[in-house]
């Protein structure tokens, strides 16, 4: 079974700063990945996945992730955050070939003025 | 992009009553849809997997018994919280994959409360 790990649970930032959110998973196989987005009182929202290719994905709203097979890693990175990405981010991954995902345990983000 | 709606978006209800809890893909057919229970500060867990046509397949450690899952058609899938209790107070979402890209696509969410 595969498992993910978030391991900032809480990330406080001011506007302009840079943003890396950690994430590891846990599987033996092909996986796909995933990162989410969940804005205070909204569904969840995809900001960009990896299936295959080349390993940095660019998503929406100027996020990116890095794909590191050698350190079952996938970070979330944003060179400049803003207000507005005040939300909860979650890492979240399947086999590839199925449709279950596994999620992280999510990461508060708060962008001060 | 694919849209996916949930009715109610929350709802109480009394302990030992029982609960629907509809999810719809509006401009897409699923065959197959997803229902997560997310708790408060905590990430989603996936409870089952809804199958158009046959029966739904549960996680282990969720009560097939309690959560009753139909998947009426290509668009609906349900999820009933048979007797209720306070403790299965919490946010239920269900998700549907749209093509065969492997994205899911999420529902807005249901609050239940069990008083």
């Known amino acids: 079974a595969q498992s993910v790990s978030q391991h900032n649970h809480h990330v406080i930032l001011s506007e302009a700063a840079s943003l890396e959110l950690g994430c590891n998973y846990s599987?033996?196989?092909?996986?796909?990945l995933f990162w989410y987005v969940q804005y205070p009182g909204q569904h969840l929202q995809l900001l960009l996945k990896?299936?295959?290719?080349?390993?940095l994905v660019k998503g929406i709203k100027g996020f990116e992730a890095e794909f590191i097979k050698s350190k079952f890693s996938f970070n979330l990175r944003k060179p400049s955050v803003q207000w507005s990405d005040t939300a909860e981010y979650f890492c979240?991954?399947?086999?590839?070939?199925?449709?279950?995902?596994?999620f992280g345990t999510g990461t508060q983000l708060k962008v001060e003025l | 992009g694919a849209v996916v709606s949930q009715h109610p978006s929350w709802v109480i209800c009394k302990s030992g009553t029982s609960v629907k809890i509809e999810c719809r893909s509006l401009?897409?057919?699923?065959?197959?849809m997803f229902w997560y229970r997310q708790f408060p500060k905590q990430s989603l867990m996936l409870m089952a997997t809804?199958?158009?046509?046959?029966?739904?397949?549960?996680e282990q450690g969720v009560e097939k018994d309690k959560f009753l899952i139909n998947h009426a058609s290509l668009t609906l899938s349900t999820l009933t919280v048979t007797s209720a209790h306070p403790e299965d107070s919490s946010f239920y979402i269900c998700?549907?994959?749209?093509?065969?890209?492997?994205?899911?696509?999420f529902g807005p969410g249901t609050r239940l409360t069990v008083t």
């Open positions: 998700s549907a994959p749209s093509g065969h890209s492997y994205e899911q696509y």
């Open positions: 599987y033996g196989g092909t996986v796909n």
């Open positions: 990896y299936f295959s290719g080349d390993p």
């Open positions: 979240a991954v399947n086999a590839r070939g199925g449709n279950k995902l596994t």
């Open positions: 401009d897409f057919q699923a065959t197959t």
């Open positions: 809804s199958n158009e046509g046959s029966k739904a397949t549960y």
